[in-house]
């Protein structure tokens, strides 16, 4: 079991940056693929950009450039750089934690963090 929590999120002029981060509890990371993804309100959850554990990293098309996801074993955290934020980038960011071992299929989400974009 992962317990994930976000936090970073908050209220940011547009063409301003926020971190966001995840901590996760109760198993280490390392073996997990992680990932960022949004939900804006009426709209369906999307993937923003995941990273493997051996540290590839894939963006959706409309954050590329700006974005960037990182990952800490050390910390068990995982980090969403946004910069350059626009008000489209406003929703619920969710940190996401998956692995397959055999049949099985690992997948755990936080509770989620706000981000609002406006000036």
Do not use: H
Not at 85 to 107: I, K, M, Q, S
Request: charged residues 15%; aromatic residues 10%; proline residues 3%.
């Amino acid at each position: 079991q992962v317990q994930l929590v976000e936090s970073g999120g908050g209220l940011v002029q547009p063409g301003g940056s926020l971190r966001l981060s995840c901590a996760a509890a109760g198993s280490i990371i390392s073996t997990y693929a992680m990932g960022w993804y949004r939900q804006a309100p009426g709209k369906q959850r999307e993937l923003v950009a995941t990273i493997t554990s051996g540290g590839s990293t894939n963006y959706a098309d409309s954050v590329k450039g700006r974005f960037t996801i990182s990952r800490d074993n050390g910390k068990n955290t995982v980090y969403l750089q946004m910069n350059s934020l626009e008000p489209e980038d406003t929703a619920v960011y969710y940190c996401n934690a998956g692995r397959v071992v055999g049949r099985t299929t690992y997948n755990y989400w936080g509770q989620g963090t706000q981000v609002t974009v406006s000036s």
